[in-house]
C-alpha cells in the first residue's frame, strides 16, 4: 500500500487564490491588510522564515511591513516597536519571529502583542479561548493541519489521534483543536513510557518533536493519517521527524517534508491577517 499524499504545497496555492480574491475586496471597502514582522538580530533561518511571509504577503496584495532590531536591542527597545504597532490602525496582524536573542523575554514580547493583532496566536488570551473552546486567534501550524486533513476528508469524529509533542506552539494547540474536532487525544512527550505501542493505536498521527525520522514504519497503524510536523537538517537536506519512504508504505495518509505541513503554516498566517483586517 501507499499513502495518499496531504501536498500542503498545492493545497496553499489552491486557497491562495481565494485569499487574493478577499483581498481584493477588502482593498476594494478602504482597507489594506496590512502584517508587521518584527525580527531581532541575524538568525539565518529565522531570515529565511521571514523572506517567506514576505513573498506570501506580496502574492496576495498584503501589505508588509517588515521591523528588523539590531541584535543588542534591550526588551524596552522591542516593547516599544510592539507598542507603536499595537497602536497603529494600519497594521492588522503583529508577528514576532522566534527564537529571540537570549537576553529578551519571549514570553513577555508575545503578551504584548494585542490580542486581536495576535496572527500568530500565541498570546495568552488566545491560548485560552482555544483550551476553552471560544473564538479566537488559532495558531498557525495546528490550523494549518486541521485544514489539510479535512481537505482530504480524514475522519476525525471518534478517531483516536496521537500527538507526539507538547510545546505551546504545536503539540498542545493542535491537541486541543483535534478535540475540538471530536477525536480521542493522546498527547506524548519525552517522558511517554513504551511509545510505539501508543503511536500504533493512532488513526492520527501528529509527530511535532524536531528528531529526525524517529517515526518509523513499525510504529503506524496501517491506514493512519500521518502528519509529520518535524522539520529538521541532516547532511544539509531537510527531512521531517517520520521516516518517509518506510511510513508511506503502511499509512493511509502523509504529509511531505517540505512541501507538507510548512506551506500550510504559511497560508494561516495570511488567513489569520485577512481575519483581522476584516474584523477591522
Ligand atoms: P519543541 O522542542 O518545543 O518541543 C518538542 C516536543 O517533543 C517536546 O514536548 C518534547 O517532550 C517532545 N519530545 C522530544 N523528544 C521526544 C521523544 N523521544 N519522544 C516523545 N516526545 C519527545 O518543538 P516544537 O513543537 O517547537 O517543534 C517541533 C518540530 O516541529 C521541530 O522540528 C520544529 O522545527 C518543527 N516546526 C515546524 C513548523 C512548520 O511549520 N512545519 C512550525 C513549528 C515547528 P518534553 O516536553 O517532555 O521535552
Known sequence: ?????????????????????????????????????????????????????????????????MIHLPETASQQELNAQIDALNADPAVHG???????????????????????????????????????GAPGMLPCTPKGILYLLRQAGVALDGAHAVVLGRSNIVGKPVSLL?????????????????????????????????????????MVKPGAAVIDVGINRVDGKLCGDVDFEGVEQVAGWITPVPGGVGPMTVAMLMENTLEAACRA
Open 1 to 65: 500500500m501507499s499513502a495518499i499524499l496531504l501536498n500542503g504545497k498545492a493545497c496553499a496555492e489552491m486557497l491562495a487564490e481565494e485569499q487574493r480574491a478577499r483581498c481584493d475586496a477588502l482593498k476594494a471597502r478602504g482597507i489594506i491588510p496590512q502584517l508587521a514582522v518584527i525580527m531581532v538580530g541575524e538568525d539565518p533561518a529565522s531570515a529565511v522564515y521571514v523572506r517567506n511571509k514576505e513573498r506570501a504577503c506580496q502574492r496576495l496584495g498584503i501589505a508588509s511591513r
Open 178 to 218: 483535534l478535540l475540538r474536532e471530536n477525536c480521542t487525544v493522546t498527547i506524548c512527550h519525552s517522558h511517554t513510557r513504551d511509545l510505539p505501542a501508543i503511536t500504533r493505536q493512532a488513526d492520527i498521527l501528529v509527530a511535532a518533536i524536531g528528531k529526525p525520522r524517529f517515526v518509523t514504519a513499525d
Open 94 to 132: 503583529i508577528l514576532v519571529q522566534l527564537p529571540l536573542p537570549g537576553h529578551l523575554n519571549e514570553s513577555e514580547a508575545l503578551l504584548r502583542v494585542s490580542a486581536l493583532k495576535d496572527v500568530d496566536g500565541f498570546h495568552t488570551l488566545n491560548a485560552g479561548r482555544l483550551a476553552q
